[in-house]
T-cell receptor
Framework: NAGVTQTPKFRILKIGQSMTLQCTQD?????MYWYRQDPGMGLKLIYY???????DKGEVPNGYNVSRSTTEDFPLRLELAAPSQTSVYFC??????????FGSGTRLTVV | RKEVEQDPGPFNVPEGATVAFNCTYS??????FFWYRQDCRKEPKLLMS???SGNEDGRFTAQLNRASQYISLLIRDSKLSDSATYLC???????????FGDGTTLTVKP
């Protein structure tokens, strides 16, 4: 069972560069989420989607964009990377009432 | 005040000990509650849901106290493999966004 797959696992970006973090789930979940986790901290919601074509901001959306063209895919786009975006990024899918399945994360360093 | 607060620990306990974590939440309209486990440099994994009546899964017991607005996790007969960070999660909506606590770190020592 693949579950939630994230790529890449690691990435180093230079300030001002852009990249897309990929997330794919094979559980046919309508709800998908992007979180970031800074060292020693909890997860903060960046964006979420309740279905294909529908996305909404979480608590820390600045500097990021998302799209949801299919049920399976929910990519996160970083434009003009900044050192403050150095973090671990987790994609998740599932329903709030039943708990989430997380991907294994992308460790991003912006230098 | 944070919406969800946890004692960060660390909790250092010997094998076989019983340990309990609490998590307080500020919104009385919160509807569902969970505990997740996160190993070092890994993704969070769902440990168990928390119900008003309390629920048990082997050595783990979760409780919800709506009047005092906290949830708890009790681990009995701790194992070395229980060493991890435990995240509590509180949801205000049936569908939508979850709020994660910052986690409580547990280290079980031989």
């Amino acid at each position: 069972n693949a579950g939630v797959t994230q790529t890449p696992k690691f990435r180093i970006l230079k300030i001002g560069q852009s990249m897309t973090l990929q997330c794919t789930q094979d559980m046919n979940h309508n709800y998908m989420y992007w979180y970031r986790q800074d060292p020693g901290m909890g997860l903060k919601l960046i964006y979420y989607s309740v279905g294909a074509g529908i996305t909404d901001k979480g608590e820390v959306p600045n500097g990021y964009n998302v799209s949801r063209s299919t049920t399976e895919d929910f990519p996160l786009r970083l434009e003009l990377a900044a050192p403050s975006q150095t973090s671990v990024y987790f994609c998740a899918s599932g329903q709030t009432a039943y708990g989430y399945t997380f991907g294994s994360g992308t460790r991003l360093t912006v230098v | 005040r944070k919406e969800v607060e946890q004692d960060p620990g660390p909790f250092n306990v010997p094998e076989g000990a019983t340990v309990a974590f609490n998590c307080t939440y500020s919104n009385s309209a919160s509807q569902s509650f969970f505990w997740y486990r996160q190993d070092c440099r890994k993704e969070p994994k769902l440990l168990m849901s928390v119900y008003s009546s309390g629920n048990e899964d082997g050595r783990f017991t979760a409780q919800l106290n709506r009047a005092s607005q906290y949830i708890s996790l009790l681990i009995r007969d701790s194992k070395l493999s229980d060493s991890a960070t435990y995240l509590c999660v509180v949801n205000r909506e049936v569908a939508g966004k979850s709020t994660f606590g910052d986690g409580t770190t547990l280290t079980v020592k031989p």
